[in-house]
Nanobody
């Protein structure tokens, strides 16, 4: 059974950093396409960053240069390092995985989802 579990969310002040983790079970990360999404209540879910096993990545424009997506295949874990956070980054963050759809920031392309971890940035 495929399972994704996010952790690492919390409350920080603007300019601070957080590192999100997404631990997987039931499948092997190295053979899947992985991504982070976020959603604010009342707004559409948006793609933040995506990665494939070759190391290629893609980012939402507003986070490029501040966020870094990475994966540790030995630990079957996906990460999102978030630096210089702003209040606009406040959201529930979700990791997602799919065996076929790679480097996409469209959530409809991902089959498996975690439950989310909340990130709150205060000014």
């Amino acid at each position: 059974q495929v399972r994704l579990v996010e952790s690492g969310g919390g409350s920080v002040q603007a300019g601070g950093s957080l590192r999100l983790s997404c631990a997987a079970s039931g499948f092997t990360y190295s053979s899947y396409c992985l991504a982070w999404f976020r959603q604010v209540p009342g707004k559409e879910r948006e793609g933040v960053a995506a990665i494939i096993n070759s190391g290629r990545t893609t980012y939402k424009n507003s986070v490029r240069g501040r966020f870094t997506i990475s994966q540790d295949n030995a630990k079957n874990t996906l990460y999102l390092q978030m630096n210089n956070l702003t209040p606009e980054d406040t959201a529930m963050y979700y990791c997602a995985a799919d065996p076929l759809r790679c480097l996409s920031l469209d959530g409809t392309n991902y089959r498996y989802w975690g439950q989310g971890t909340q990130v709150t940035v205060s000014s």
